[in-house]
């Protein structure tokens, strides 16, 4: 089992940014990849981006070059920068991880983040 806890969700303005964190424990040498998901009400989970590899990143369509996901390893945490925040990014953020042999999801509890306008 991995366990994950995110922090570093608020109100932001829009124009502005927010960094969220995430750790992990566990079972952390299992994990594959980690990686952020959003929820908005009335809308389906979405990625927002995901790595397993510093060369094996993808990112949300909508990301447009304004989020930087970054994972240390050694500490089992992934963060997210996210600049420029827009009203549409309101949403609650999960952290998320693949883990075993069966990719498992395992997922944080959600983290508020809200743009105002």
């Known amino acids: 089992q991995v366990q994950l806890v995110e922090s570093g969700g608020g109100l932001v303005q829009a124009g502005g940014s927010l960094k969220l964190s995430c750790a992990a424990s566990g079972y952390t040498s299992s994990i594959k990849a980690m990686g952020w998901y959003r929820q908005a009400p009335g809308k389906e989970r979405e990625v927002v981006a995901r790595?397993?590899?510093?060369?094996?990143?993808n990112y949300g369509n909508f990301v447009n070059g304004r989020f930087t996901i970054s994972r240390d390893n050694a500490k089992n945490t992934v963060e997210l920068q996210m600049n420029d925040l827009k009203p549409e990014d309101t949403a609650v953020y999960y952290c998320w991880a693949g883990a075993g042999p069966l990719w498992e999801n395992f997922w944080g509890q959600g983290t508020q983040v809200t743009v105002s306008s």
């Open positions: 790595t397993s590899t510093p060369d094996r990143t």
